[in-house]
């Protein structure tokens, strides 16, 4: 098993920095709206655009395809903060497109 790597201060400081971030789109977003959303079991698509305005939508993802390149531990940050509202349901819809996207990024032609 391989060893985690230590995270440098510069390294701890910007993803400290992108949680908090992370935290503040989720409470002005998010958790004000999550139990109405749940209730009707929908949410609005323009909060599509608003997480990916705040980063979300395309952490982890290849820049030449409009995401932004990220390891693992940012995907966690995200998906740890948008849980704190609440909702699987909405954490889990807000990211569908981490189900079938990876396997389209690494085996997929261009055109896809």
């Known amino acids: 098993m391989?060893?985690?790597?230590?995270?440098?201060?510069?390294?701890?400081?910007?993803?400290?920095?992108?949680?908090?971030?992370?935290?503040?789109?989720?409470?002005?977003?998010?958790?004000?709206?999550?139990?109405?959303?749940?209730?009707?079991?929908?949410?609005?698509r323009e909060l599509y655009a608003q997480a990916a305005a705040a980063g979300l939508i395309g952490l982890g993802y290849p820049e030449h395809l409009g995401g932004t390149p990220a390891g693992l531990a940012w995907r966690l940050i995200a998906s740890g903060e948008v849980a704190r509202a609440g909702s699987g349901g909405l954490l889990a819809s807000l990211f569908s497109h981490s189900i079938g996207l990876p396997p389209i990024i690494a085996r997929g032609s261009d055109a896809l």
């Open 2 to 44: 391989t060893e985690p790597r230590a995270v440098d201060s510069d390294e701890r400081a910007a993803r400290d920095a992108f949680r908090a971030s992370v935290r503040r789109f989720v409470e002005r977003e998010i958790a004000p709206h999550v139990a109405e959303w749940d209730e009707a079991g929908s949410f609005p």
